[in-house]
């Protein structure tokens, strides 16, 4: 039926143009031979250039990313100087002044630096940096940043609520001459938690976000009072906080994260929470392995709990809890023969 239309409005047109749409047909008629010619050509030339290209491609090596690495640091700076990178504290320098830091990502990085009687500094470091930096700290006479660093001294070495007391008078001083220290609220919010004055504590960490409204480690902290105070749900919301003021980066809160879990008997969560916090910390706090192992022996993942408490061994084989790490490994070890180590 389609090819009898087709003939019937052909022989219309012939009819209504007479000798001159004859004329046009021929025309037309030689005008498509040459655009089917040149389509042709078309055609052949595109199949070319795919050809050609097809074989460019499979020549070609593919770009493949490569994982990121770790590298090494060594800081320079005044002796006994406490070193942060990315907020994380990986230690102090020796009598030379020096420290060296492995495992460092790939990417940008910040180091902190503090020494007592000289003024903090903070040095941006460009991705793939390796080797040594060198820190230059200058002398203070900064009577607040003085009195903080007294107070950090002072409740980093305290073993008594006495000491801790002090810490906080360091602290009140500091805040007294600088309101606007936020470094210092915080602080003396630590301190007040570790005397159980919690409200305190709080009040203080409200004077720290007046100041830095954005401080993920306030949020962290903030956290743990909540905990201490036995709010778990209020708790939780302070960690996911501080996380997302971390944009993701925050061990303490995650740490947090897993110490609630663990209060309610969530320990495959716990697990989960404190691996991610291994990963961020770079093994700079090995005292998470120890709790780490701890929440596998509750799963009865004993191999994993062995895998964890002998890290904490290598990295601490002399740290506080070594002995009582040391005195269930043996047990931990004869729960975990015949177990599968299962994948993380």
Known sequence: MRKQQTKVCTLNTWSLGGWNAQRHHRAGKAVSLVMGFGRWLLVCLVIVVGCVSAAYAQKRPTTIPHPQTSASLTIQTEPNAIVWLDEIRRGTTDA?????????????????????????A?????????????????????EAELAFQQAEEALEKAKDDEARKKAVEFYRRAVQLRPTFAAAHLGMARALMDLNQYENALAEIEATRRVRPIYP????????????????????KSFQ???????????????????????RGQYEEAIREYQIAIKQLSDSEP???????????????????????????????NGSLAPAVRSILDQVRRQAAGQELSPN
């Open 217 to 236: 480690e306030a949020s962290a902290v903030e956290g743990r009072v909540y905990r201490e105070m036995a709010f778990a749900d209020e708790a939780v």
């Open 287 to 317: 005292v998470i392995y120890q709790l780490l192992g701890a929440a596998f022996e509750k799963v009865q993942k004993y191999k994993e709990a062995v895998a964890a408490y002998e890290k904490y061994l290598q990295l601490a084989p």
């Open 122 to 142: 903070a040095l941006p470091l460009l991705p793939g940096r390796r080797g040594n930096v060198v820190m230059h700290l200058l002398r203070t006479t900064d």
């Open 241 to 263: 906080r501080a996380i997302r003021e971390g944009r993701g980066f925050q061990p303490e809160a995650y740490v947090g994260l897993a110490r609630v879990y663990e209060d």
């Open 96 to 120: 030379a002044g020096k420290l060296a830091l492995t495992k460092v990502s790939a990417g940008r990085h910040v180091l902190r630096v503090r020494a007592s009687g000289f003024k903090e």
